[in-house]
T-cell receptor, first 113, second 113 residues
Framework: AQSVTQLDSQVPVFEEAPVELRCNYS??????LFWYVQYPNQGLQLLLK??????LVKGINGFEAEFNKSQTSFHLRKPSVHISDTAEYFC???????????FGTGTRLQVFP | DAMVIQNPRYQVTQFGKPVTLSCSQT?????MYWYQQKSSQAPKLLFH???????NEADTPDNFQSRRPNTSFCFLDIRSPGLGDAAMYLC????????????FGPGTRLTVL
């Protein structure tokens, strides 16, 4: 069975500092990987996804993530965060030929001025 | 703009009083999902429709039902809400293909008194 682990429940960071949000997954088959962002009292919005090809994926709002198959990781990074990046970030995985997303427990990114 | 719409945004009901949450989409997507998200937790899939085919998750309580009268609309019925059903309910849509992006609505926050 698939599972997703987000090791950090909260990540505090100062504005303009770099940030990395960690995500590890387990699956016995090939997977697709996603990062979603959720602002307070809103639905989830896709930041980026990895389906195949280049392991470095660029998304919206200056975020990028790197798929590492040997370490089963898909960490999210941004070189310089803004106050407006304060939100909950969810990593998710789905197996090939399924429509189902399995979410991690989320990481709350808090950006301070 | 094409989008996923959920009504109402906030719903208050009494313990045991049936409630229906609504989702509509203008994306013409084949798949529609309902997720339950409790405070500070990951979204949890309740069920999804692949066109008219209903797919229930094994651990979704019988208290939760769904209807999809046409491509655009999907309803979540909670027959006898308990205090533990208070949560944010998220609707999402995607095309048929696996690995496709799921587009989320803003959610309905359900309070049970």
């Amino acid at each position: 069975a698939q599972s997703v682990t987000q090791l950090d429940s909260q990540v505090p960071v100062f504005e303009e500092a770099p940030v990395e949000l960690r995500c590890n997954y387990s699956s016995s088959v090939s997977v697709y990987l996603f990062w979603y962002v959720q602002y307070p009292n809103q639905g989830l919005q896709l930041l980026l996804k990895y389906l195949s090809g280049s392991t470095l994926v660029k998304g919206i709002n200056g975020f990028e993530a790197e798929f590492n198959k040997s370490q089963t990781s898909f960490h999210l990074r941004k070189p310089s965060v803004h106050i407006s990046d304060t939100a909950e970030y969810f990593c998710a995985v789905s197996e090939f030929n399924t429509d189902k997303l399995i979410f991690g427990t989320g990481t709350r990114l808090q950006v301070f001025p | 703009d094409a989008m996923v719409i959920q009504n109402p945004r906030y719903q208050v009901t009494q313990f045991g009083k049936p409630v229906t949450l609504s989702c509509s989409q203008t994306l013409n997507h084949n798949v529609m999902y309902w997720y339950q998200q409790k405070s500070s937790q990951a979204p949890k899939l309740l069920f999804h429709y692949y066109d008219k085919d209903f797919n229930n998750e094994a651990d979704t309580p019988d208290n939760f039902q769904s209807r999809r009268p046409n491509t655009s609309f999907c309803f979540l019925d909670i027959r006898s809400p308990g205090l533990g059903d208070a949560a944010m309910y998220l609707c999402a849509t995607s095309r048929v293909d696996s690995g496709d992006t799921q587009y989320f609505g803003p959610g309905t926050r359900l309070t049970v008194l």
